[in-house]
């Protein structure tokens, strides 16, 4: 009665996290996981909305399948995750082929949706949010894996509702998981192997901020700094709104922390600021930005932004490209706005052509090239402390590791050094990695 699934993973690693708890209840049904859907019995994306070429890569994806579903029809096709949470119904709709759709808050469905799908070709949805005790209940069991690397989710949700964005829609209201629990998954992770944890949530230091009963987010980093045996603690996704002095601090006092955080300021712009409803300044972010480099000299930033917001003209986007040169971001991410369904933004004027809006983009992907390379540039011939994780993908005798900036070092060296932090000496920095060799 061996079954076979095949799992894709779309979006941000809440869903990557999502995905290793899907694989646990698969898991416990009687599926283990291959890599191809040719081979398989039941496949399922795992997806993203939250930019429109997100979502049609869905559709894109599931007529890849149709073709094998088409020579057995028994295959059994199912969409989770965000795009899932959106369209729900709908989705059985679009995609007759289509067997199960299962939202955010619906995981612990999945095995009696396949189970439906198997025993009688019923075609099921489940997409209703959750309240926070019965979310609370379901964190995740998830898979063993001898991984150097693991994610923990601290929070989940979104209530900031910034006007572009389609995530407080998909994912529902904030909840913070008890302290107790995630130190507790912490330690548990580490006996299985783990060395660096990166604690996660869509606001990950908005923890606990609706709730002070526990403890607050920079409390709860010292308290994971303080577990033996880790050796490295990063956290993802900051807002600046709820960067505070106190977490601030732990740059400089928390020895186990990276000194890496990616802190997503969206637009250099006041005016847009606002329209976007981020809840910050653009000083108010460049004072927190001061304020690390202060507690943490060497720290390394990396941020989100996005061009093109409705309305945003030559002078916001000027605001821009100004605070990007002034913070000099070790890397960002740069999206072209793109409308979602349900939100503010979607609703609002927008007077700027598609061509402008392109042209700024290439502007600032261009700065930003001149100035993530000028960063990375400078480890060359730096002795480098690497958390070393695994093989390369290149082979032949190469590992792969991370500096504290989260950036990939590939040097020749041996199976045994996993999982330890070793030394190295960068004698090449290529785009996104470096290449190194062990002192
Ligand atoms: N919670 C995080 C971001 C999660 S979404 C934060 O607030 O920083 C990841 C990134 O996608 C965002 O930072 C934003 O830059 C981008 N994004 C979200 N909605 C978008 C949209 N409608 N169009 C373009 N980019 C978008
Ligand atoms: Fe989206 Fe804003 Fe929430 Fe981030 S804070 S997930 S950008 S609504
Ligand atoms: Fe995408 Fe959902 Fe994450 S929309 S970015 S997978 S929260």
């Known amino acids: 009665m061996n079954k076979a699934f095949y799992l894709e993973t779309f979006g941000c690693q809440m869903n990557v996290v999502d995905s290793e708890q899907i694989v646990a209840l698969l898991n416990d049904i009687g599926y283990s996981q291959v890599d191809s859907a040719e081979q398989a019995d039941l496949v399922l994306l795992n997806t993203c909305s939250v930019r429109d070429k997100a979502e049609r890569k869905v559709y894109g994806h599931l007529g890849r399948f149709k073709p094998i579903k088409d020579k057995r029809p028994e295959l059994i096709i199912g969409v989770g995750g965000c795009v899932a949470q959106q369209e729900g119904e709908k989705m059985l709709e679009k995609v007759p082929y289509l067997n ?35 979310r609370l209940n379901l964190f995740p069991e998830r898979t063993f894996q001898e991984t150097v690397t693991r994610f923990v989710t601290v929070m989940q949700g979104c209530d900031n509702f910034c006007s572009y964005c389609i995530v ?29 944890i990166t604690l996660l949530g869509q606001n990950v230091n908005s923890y606990n901020m609706k709730d002070d009963e526990d403890v607050s987010f920079a409390q709860l980093l010292r308290q994971v700094n303080a577990i033996d045996g880790l050796q490295r603690l990063r956290f993802a996704t900051s807002h600046p709104k709820d960067l505070t002095d106190e977490l601030i601090d732990c740059f400089g006092s928390l020895d186990k922390l990276c000194k890496h955080i990616h802190l997503p300021f969206q637009s250099g712009s006041d005016r847009i600021l606002k329209l976007m409803n981020r809840g910050y300044t653009r000083d108010e972010y460049l004072d927190k930005v001061e304020r690390l480099k202060k507690v943490c000299p060497d720290v390394r930033l990396t941020t989100d932004v996005i061009v093109g917001f409705p309305g945003e003209n030559e002078d916001d986007f000027q605001a821009t490209l100004d605070l990007v040169e002034q913070v000099g971001y070790a890397d960002a991410f740069t999206f072209l706005y793109s409308p979602r369904v349900e939100t503010a933004a979607a609703k609002m004027v927008d007077d700027q052509s598609a061509m402008q809006k392109q042209q700024r983009f290439d502007r600032l992907l261009k700065l930003q090239q001149q100035t993530s390379a000028t960063i990375w540039q400078a480890d060359a011939g730096q002795e480098l402390s690497v958390l070393v994780e695994g093989e390369s ?24 050094l996993i999982g330890q932090i070793v030394t190295v000496r960068i004698t090449k920095v290529f785009r996104n990695s470096h290449l190194g060799e062990l002192v």
Not at 114 to 134: L, P, Y
Not at 174 to 193: K, T
């Open 168 to 196: 407080p829609h998909v994912r529902g209201r904030e909840i913070s998981r008890p302290s107790q629990e995630i130190i507790a998954e912490v330690q548990g992770l580490v006996a299985q192997g783990a060395r660096e």
């Open 393 to 416: 993908r290149q082979g032949d005798g190469q590992m792969f590791g991370r500096t504290t900036w989260n950036r990939i070092v590939n040097f020749s060296g041996s199976i045994e």
């Open 100 to 134: 199960l759709v299962f939202g955010t808050h619906n995981i612990h469905c999945l095995p009696e949706l396949v189970q439906q799908a198997e025993q009688s070709r019923q075609r099921g949805c489940e997409t209703d949010f959750q309240d926070r005790e019965t």
